[in-house]
């Protein structure tokens, strides 16, 4: 038995007797092959408030603040500011580390060191960190002192990362006195370093150098051991304890019971809990005591490892005895087993391993192998799983097995691994103290340890374990420590190449709990259940399609095939929706002898289900007849029926029991949820890989079968009734502008609306745009062919609508009615409101005139109504009062004010337009060399206050204007005003014969000659070509009472000067092809001679293409040149077919060379020419 230490620190390590070497305390957090878990010398203390923390180090010497090489931490975390001043604090020698601190207000003497006091206020009760610093101050790198003997003091070293000595005590006051309270301060690991090798050969050890430091060791379940090193001889070496040693690769909580290889830290540190940080989950770190625990500290407490948080501090002894025990199914069913096992419930108060053996009750007809199940319990109520099977892998045969189950608890677990520990020669000694004896008597001595798996070790040098596997599986007894506690390196003395160099090796004990054992019948339940919709009926009879308001009959089976007999299997029976159960007719259950309902069927509304529990014997098979009615609510998507048998709980259906793992976590179901009721909500169903990471009893027939590992199951049928799908679609048509510009881009927007009460579905939306818009974006996914925008939509629920929309440039013309029709799939009970239309006129555009300086100006956008200028083939029309009503104020109201002019004689303009609109009193003029094509028709109303005029040059310098019609068919009625130059005159200086002439048609259909249009007296002949000498008579000639069309005339006027007027001749005009005749007369002069006017508002192209010549006329026309008579005769009357001819002369063309170098391609407007008749009449 141990001594009683009194001290907290070296000096209960080292006390005035003992033996071995002295290893320093480490303060650094360098991590190296021997020390795994470093760090600052940390320690813990718990005090109370009112009391006092006194803490000293060899170290400590006046620093203070960074400097200083004692750290105090509040239990909270915090760092505490310390009262350091020169002396206190330091431990100078041997001398003083034996004598201890002074108590609070004691004096110096008897060798007493001055610590360093820190006063626990109020509200500060629990556990302190301590940290220390070497002399250097740093807290990494690696400096040694040299050997020292446990008794002695080592030479000084000023940089040192170690402690020689370090005491941490606490002081209560007691009235007015205050006295030390042992057992208050423990570490959870010391690193040690122990250089006791021998200088002069570093290879082997100092004799009798060991360490000898002997400890108390407090567990999480409140068992106490004594603990000697025993000699222990490790240069640099980890002193730790906890519950579980050297765990399972990649499992923490379960233990190896092994020694292992530890050639560097990572070795360790991924095969044991790190002593610095909180426990987790089962791994729990013991502490270590320099003295007894002090029996009046409280079971947990805040502080430790991780400030702030709760930590363990001096629980009670737990028994190791249980009372009770219990088997019930992973689905919560007491004493029955499905393929998924059960879990074994028992109280613990321990937390130890728990040992469990599974076998057939001793003579019972049951067989199966025995099972063993182990592993670590927790403090409370304990689930512990068991898959159902036997010690052979296999299940346990179906139907009522005899069952006895054994179980025994282990507690007070402790592991001491010693980390590169070269020699062990005496053993560590573990022994556990006896609470009822207030810990002076020893219960056990026994350890165990493993170290089948390291083979030599770190070497040959010295003896192996004895033997290897001393494990508690192989010596259930253990072996006394005090006799041989797993001792190694006998018969050397070296350094390295011993069985325990670079290894961690394991030295554990525990005690163990009474056995109970009880036997139990377990019930393993296997039953295949199954479901199938036989049939369905539409009113009565078979009909593949229904509607809305018929009658559907369902028949729907419900079987057992074994082979175990089942009660209380949930079955539903899920009505499509907008199916409802009938009124009248009530379901039918027919339990065929053998079944029958444990829940009578009930139906749920929300859900729109049948439900019930059924008790199933093997092979019984029960029938329910349902009726339902379809109602406007329905779907013709969703029409499908579903019946679903789900296994009772812990009943293991072949093919619908999901995969989830019972030895997981249940998985936690949302608020408001149960199991019995999450069938109701598929939305909070767990997920795949909940199923992966949980366990889920059963709760639904299609969430069973749906991840029952990939099996074909027979639990859930499904029937789908063909449903008439009816929708009443509706289009509305809008437009953002009703009264748009011509050329604006406007917004159509076509809106589709489903009344229902089917979802509408393949709904095709088209848009006919008509020729008065020219179509830009389409929105929404719409394409187009020609002038059909098109839409398809998916789908669109009951009540629902949806947008659809395009953009379109308005146009001068068209139609623009708009329209938008809207088809779907199925019925539609109201085809009336499939179509719609939008219309969009665009604002009138009327001539007006009158913008100030250019009243007449075609181009400018103020002389129409519309504020733009009509494009090339738009109609043209002028305002009235009709069209237009004055609006007092409105300048664009009004009938025209002025004349629409074509050009403005600036440039040569040639216009198209589509219809001329003119019942105002404003003229249309055709101006000189411009041209007018009119493709459309005229229309004039007023034609004796408004119309054409088609205007010539009174100078003489440009041509006439020009006047197309490219529909002459529509326009044969066309009045206008067509003004005719003249140039001939009585020329003084032109000979004998001084008057000049110029030949000439009309250009209107007839008319009588404008004579007093221009100054002086105008003499007009017509040529005659029957007459026989002067060919020309005054016209008209008769039978003709006045000018006509197509005839040869010639003028001349008495003025002595050029005229400068012109003549407007006013009629209809000639529009299309013209057929003139021409005559030969014989035994006259000039027989043949045909003289032909151009009465049209243009000129004739000289082209086989435009003049078609009967047989028998030559082939081509004589152009006169103004002239007189006297010229003429001066020239012999010749015609000329050279370059350039003179006055009185004419120009013979062949028609199939007008156009070519040297001869005109035309014959102007009212110009007159020559053709010949060689032969006929």
Known sequence: MLPKLYAEGSKDIYPTVTEGGRAYLRASTSTSVAFPFPNLGTHFVYAEAGEQIAIATNAQSGQTGDDARIRLYHPNGTSISLNITLNNGNISNRSAELAGPRLPGQGNGGNRYLPIYYT?????????????????????????????????????????????????????????????????????????????FNTSNTSEFISNSGFHGKFKVLTRDGYVYNVDNNGSQGLSFTFMVNNRGFHQEGNPNDPSYKSIAAPNAASVQNRYHNPNNADAEAAVTHKIFYNLPDQNMPESTTGGPIGAQETWLKPQEKDLNVEEIKVVGVDGSENKLGSKGAFIEFFNESGGDYYIEISPISGSSTFFPKRLLSGSSKFGENRIYWDGKDGAGEPLPNGLADVNIALKLRGAEVHFPYIDMELNHNGIIIELLNKVTNYTSVISDKVFWNDSDIGNGGGNNGSKTNPRNASHTVLSAGTSSNTNGHIWGINSNNTSGTFGDNHGMDTWTFIEGNSISIDFKVDVRIADLYTEIESYLVNGDSSSFATIDDKITYKVVVGNKGPSDVEDAPFTFRLPSGFVPDEIIIPVFTGNGCGTESVELSYDEVTQTFVSKLNLPNECKITYTFNA????????????????????????????????????????????????????????WPHADDVDNYYIPPFSAEFECQYNSGEDCNNIDREKVALHRISDLEIVKSVDKSIPEVGETITFTLKVINHGPHKATGIFVTDTVPSGFSIGTINNGGTVAGNIITWNISDLLKGDSTLVSFEAMVLSSGSYVNIATVTGKGEDPNPDNNTDTATASPKNNYWIGGKSGAPNDWDKVENWTGGYVPDPGEDIEFATEVNNPTVSGNLMSGPAKDNLYLGDGTAVFDRVIGDLINDSDKDLWVTIGDQLTINGIVKDENSDNGTIVVKADPEDEKPSGTLIFTNPDNNQNVDAVVEFYNRAYDCADCGFYTSSWQYFGIPVKESNFPNDH??????????????????????????????KAFKGYQITNDEKTQPTDVYSFTGTLHVGDASVVITRTDNVNYTGANLVGNSYTAAIPISDDAMLFPIGVQQTVYLFNTGTRDEWRKLNGTAINQAGYRSGQYLAVPVNHGGTPHFPDRIPSMHAFMVFAESGT
């Not at 002399?135 to 690696?142: A, M, R």
């Open 629 to 684: 009615t379809v109602t406007e609510s329905s779907d013709p998507d969703d029409t499908e029926a579903v019946a679903g048998i789900l296994r009772p709980n812990d009943v293991t259906d072949p093919n619908a029991t999901n995969s989830s793992d019972p030895s997981k976590p249940t998985y936690v179901l949302p608020s408001g949820r149960t199991w019995d009721d999450l069938w109701k909500y598929p939305d909070d």
């Open 120 to 196: 626990v206020p109020a509200g500060g009760a629990g556990i302190y960190k301590v940290e220390f610093r070497g002399t250097s101050g740093n807290t990494t790198g690696e400096n040694r002192y040299s050997y020292s003997a446990a008794t002695s003091w080592p030479s000084a070293v000023s940089n040192s990362t170690y402690l020689i000595a370090w005491d941490i005590s606490v002081a209560k006051q007691t009235g007015s006195s205050w006295g030390w309270v042992d057992g208050r301060v423990y570490t959870n690991v010391l690193n040690m370093d122990n250089p006791s």
């Open 1014 to 1043: 221009v100054e002086g007296n105008e003499t007009v002949n017509q040529w005659v070509e029957p007459f026989n000498g002067n060919k020309w008579q005054a016209a008209p000639y008769a039978p003709d009472s006045n000018l």
